[in-house]
């Protein structure tokens, strides 16, 4: 079963830092893998999708990387806002068998700027 | 990108009775849809799949009575929750999936906070 961990869980910084976020999943066999955003009490907006055969996608300030075969993902944001506080959630789509196409989440990491 | 609504976007319900949820694609034909629910700084646990013309195939541990999804069209699905608790109060979130993308992307609605009193 696949299985998608985020570090940090919770993240405060102030206005201007670069930032990272990880992403880890259990099973490489991905069809890709999508950062979203979620700001509280609404639904998702996705940010970032990297195809399986793909190392990196960016837009604006944010960059996100894939290491499929070490299972790894990193959100790189530049120069943060306190517009960026949010909860930064990584998702992974199975690449293969009955179940092709459902997502699987991590919990999220909550990001607060301030500042 | 493609745009996905739910109705309504909050509800309050006494226990006992039931609640209808709708979730739409507003652009695009999805044949297939998710629901999702999540609790309070979880993350989304995937319910059920919906897929247009036939019965929705619900993950482990999800009480198919209790959790109605009907998709009956190619823009609509519902979920109906039969005899409303107040454990089932969650938000609950939809997404469709669009196959005339790319990459067969999931678009997310905004989601449906219900409160069982």
């Known amino acids: 079963k696949q299985e998608v961990t985020q570090i940090p869980a919770a993240l405060s910084v102030p206005e201007g830092e670069n930032l990272v976020l990880n992403c880890s999943f259990t099973d490489s066999a991905i069809y890709n893998l999508q950062w979203f955003r979620q700001d509280p009490g609404k639904g998702l907006t996705s940010l970032l999708l990297?195809?399986?055969?793909?190392r990196e996608q960016t837009s604006g300030r944010l960059n996100a990387s894939l290491d499929k075969s070490s299972g790894r993902s990193t959100l790189y944001i530049a120069a943060s806002q306190p517009g960026d506080s949010a909860t930064y959630l990584c998702?992974?789509?199975?690449?293969?068998?009955?179940?092709?196409?459902?997502?699987?989440f991590g919990r999220g990491t909550q990001l607060t700027v301030w500042p | 990108g493609a745009v996905v609504s739910q109705h309504p976007s909050w509800v309050i319900c006494k226990s006992g009775t039931s609640v209808k949820i709708e979730c739409r694609s507003l652009?695009?034909?999805?044949?297939?849809m998710f629901w999702y629910r999540q609790f309070p700084k979880q993350s989304l646990m995937l319910m059920a799949t919906?897929?247009?013309?036939?019965?929705?195939?619900?993950e482990q541990g999800v009480e198919k009575d209790k959790f109605l999804i009907n998709h009956a069209s190619l823009t609509l699905s519902t979920l109906t929750v039969t005899s409303a608790h107040p454990e089932d109060s969650s938000f609950y979130i939809c997404?469709?999936?669009?196959?005339?993308?790319?990459?067969?992307?999931?678009?997310f609605g905004p989601g449906t906070r219900l409160t069982v009193l």
């Open positions: 990297i195809q399986s055969s793909q």
């Open positions: 997404s469709a999936r669009d196959l005339s993308g790319p990459y067969n992307e999931q678009f």
């Open positions: 998702a992974v789509r199975r690449g293969r068998g009955s179940t092709l196409g459902r997502l699987y």
């Open positions: 919906s897929n247009e013309g036939s019965k929705a195939t619900y």
């Open positions: 652009d695009f034909q999805a044949t297939t």
